[in-house]
């Protein structure tokens, strides 16, 4: 893996431990802006290996639908649109806990999905 890539899946697992820490201390604002941190960076660390731009959400959801095409996984797409629900949340201050706690389980498996896609996993 080439090294951006492999700093990107780091702090995507980062990010998410982050994530389930404010979720516990019930920040969720925060527990939200890492779950999206910990997505975003996951499909820039793909995206940055096939040398793919990623400098942009709206780069971000090409990428997403480039892989679900790649892939046959149309849930990609739904997951991720899952995490881009918590960086709103980061804002709007909105979510109840059950629904942030669901959306991070399902942020969780996106980063599931997306690191096989990459060439040389990190540890």
Known sequence: MIESANRYAIASRGFMGKAWEYLAENDLPQ???KGWGAAAEMVKAVAEERGWPHR???LLSDIIEDLVDETGDPELSDFFLRASMLHVNFYENGLRSRTVRRALQTTQE????????????TE
């Open 110 to 121: 996106l980063i599931s999905r997306l690191e096989p896609l990459l060439d040389n996993r």
């Open 56 to 58: 942009s959400h709206h």
């Open 31 to 33: 527990a939200s802006e």
